[in-house]
C-alpha cells in the first residue's frame, strides 16, 4: 500500500510544496497522534532484531545501495532529519537532499566527498567570503588549486577556463553562486551546464555543477531544474527564516549525494534533531516571508534608486530584460529576492555614517530573516578578502549589504531616508 505520508498527488492533481510542508513525510499514528513531529531527543535507536541492525548498518556504511533502511544513531539520521530531507528536495523536485549543522559545513562536505587531493575547483566569483577561504587556505593545504571567473564572465571566457584547467589538472567541482554575495551578479548555470556537457559527455570524470542558492532558493530560483547538480543552502537564512538557527543544505540526484551523505556519517556534521524540528517549522511559512518581504524590498529599491545620495542599487528588480544578467534571470528566477547591494556616493566613512544613523533595521551580518538587516561587506564578511581582489570582485567601501524583512515597508522607507540624510 502507498504510503499517503509521502503523496505528492491527489488522484492526478500535483500537490505544490507549500501545501506538502505541512505534512508530507511524517504520520502521526507512530508519535501517538501529534499533529506535528516531536523534537526527537535521542542519540541512538533501537532495532527489532540483529539482522535489521546488520541491514541498517550495510546501507549506512555503502555495502548496500541506497543508502540507510532505517534510523540507527544520531551520527547518522533521525525521524526530524529524515522528515526535513524529505520536504527540502520537494522545492527542487529533486531525489534527495541531506542537511548539515551549518551551511559552511554543507558546502565543506560537498566539497570534500568530491574533490581529491592534486584536483583544481572553478568557480564564480565572488563567493561568500568563508567559501573563498576555505578553498584557498584549506583546501589548498592538500594540493588543491582554485581558477575562478566573474559571476557575469561571458560563456566563451568561461569555455576558455575550463579547457586551460582541464589540460593541467582533473577538475574535482564546477562551483557557483548565483546571485554572488555581496554584489548579486548572477551566473548562467544552464550555459555553464551545456559547457561542461559538451567538454566531458559522459566521462564518470566529469566535474559536478554546485551552485549556493541562499539569496533565492527555494522559492525563487532551482538551480538542479537549470543544469546544476547540487544546490546548497545556508538554511540559517530564508528557509530558517528567524535568525534563530545555523544550520545548511544540500539537494540534488541520489548519486550526487550519496559520497556526501557517506562522508557526513564519517564526520559527523548532521544538524541536530532541535535545530531540524525548527527548520520544519519555518519551511511551512517559507513562501508566505519571501513573497512578503520581496514586495518589501521592491517598494524599498524604488525609493533608494531616485535617492540623490544613492549612486546605484544591486536588485535584481531592476535588471534590463534585454541585458544579459536581464535574460539570465529570466531564464532562471521567478522573483528578485530582498536581499541587495546599495552603492552610495562616497566611501566607507559615507557608509559608515549611513549604517549607524538607521534605527528600525539593525546593523547585523546574515541575511534572509524577519527582520531588515544592514551591513558593510569591505569591513565586515568580506574584511578578509585582499584589497586588490575586492576591487576585481565590486566590493567596494560605498557598498552597504541590505537584507529586507516583513516590517511595514512605508516604515523600512521612513528609516532609509532618516539615514541618508547622515550620509
Known amino acids: 500500500m502507498k504510503d499517503k505520508h509521502r503523496t505528492t498527488r491527489i488522484g492526478s492533481h500535483e500537490l505544490s510544496p507549500r501545501s506538502l510542508m505541512m505534512g508530507y513525510g511524517y504520520d502521526p499514528r507512530l508519535s501517538e497522534g501529534s499533529l506535528k513531529p516531536p523534537i526527537f531527543l535521542t542519540s541512538t535507536f533501537v532495532f527489532d532484531s540483529a539482522a535489521d541492525g546488520k541491514r541498517f548498518f550495510e546501507g549506512i556504511t555503502g555495502l548496500r545501495p541506497g543508502g540507510a533502511e532505517g534510523l540507527v544513531y544520531g551520527r547518522f539520521n533521525g525521524p526530524d532529519q529524515e522528515i526535513l530531507e524529505d520536504r527540502l528536495a520537494l522545492w527542487e523536485g529533486a531525489e534527495e537532499a541531506a542537511v548539515f549543522s551549518t551551511g ?72 557557483l553562486e548565483s546571485p554572488a554575495n555581496p554584489t548579486n551578479e548572477l551566473v548562467d548555470i544552464e550555459g ?26 527555494p522559492v525563487y530560483q532551482q538551480p538542479t531544474r537549470n543544469g546544476a547538480d547540487l544546490s546548497i543552502y545556508s538554511l540559517t537564512k530564508y528557509i530558517g527564516g528567524h535568525s534563530d538557527l545555523v544550520a545548511g543544505g544540500v539537494v540534488g540526484s541520489n548519486d550526487a549525494l550519496l ?51 544613492v549612486e546605484r542599487v544591486g536588485y535584481l528588480g531592476f535588471l534590463d530584460p534585454d541585458s544579459e544578467q536581464g535574460r539570465i534571470y529570466a ?3 521567478s522573483g528578485a529576492g530582498s536581499t541587495f547591494s546599495l552603492i552610495l556616493k562616497g566611501g566607507e566613512a ?74
Open 331 to 333: 531564464r532562471h528566477c
Open 350 to 423: 559615507e557608509s559608515f555614517r549611513f549604517l549607524d544613523a538607521l534605527q528600525l533595521v539593525k546593523l547585523a551580518v546574515s541575511l534572509g530573516g524577519t527582520e531588515s538587516l544592514a551591513s558593510h561587506p569591505a569591513a565586515m564578511t568580506h574584511l578578509s578578502v585582499p584589497a586588490e581582489r575586492k576591487r576585481w570582485l565590486g566590493i567596494g567601501d560605498n557598498l552597504v549589504r541590505i537584507s529586507i524583512g516583513i516590517e511595514d515597508s512605508d516604515d523600512l522607507i521612513a528609516d532609509f531616508e532618516q539615514a541618508l540624510q547622515a550620509v
Open 104 to 175: 559552511m559545513s554543507a558546502i565543506t562536505t560537498a566539497l570534500m566527498a568530491h574533490v581529491r587531493a592534486g584536483d583544481a575547483i572553478v568557480h564564480s566569483g565572488p563567493l561568500y567570503a568563508a567559501t573563498e577561504k576555505l578553498i584557498d587556505a584549506v583546501f589548498g593545504r592538500y594540493d588543491v588549486t582554485y581558477e575562478n571567473f566573474a559571476a557575469s564572465a561571458p560563456l566563451d571566457e568561461v569555455r576558455a577556463l575550463l579547457e586551460r584547467t582541464r589540460e593541467d589538472r582533473r577538475i574535482g567541482a564546477i562551483y
Open 192 to 217: 555553464i551546464a551545456r559547457i561542461r556537457d559538451d567538454l566531458y559527455g559522459d566521462d564518470p570524470e566529469r566535474p559536478l555543477i554546485m551552485v549556493d542558492n541562499t539569496f533565492l532558493g
Open 259 to 309: 559520497p556526501i551523505m557517506t562522508l557526513r556519517n564519517t564526520i559527523g556534521t548532521i544538524t541536530d534533531p532541535h535545530t531540524s524540528w525548527m527548520l520544519l517549522r519555518s519551511l511551512e511559512t517559507v513562501a508566505l516571508r519571501m513573497e512578503k518581504a520581496e514586495s518589501n524590498a521592491r517598494k524599498v529599491c524604488e525609493f533608494l534608486r531616485g535617492h540623490p545620495k
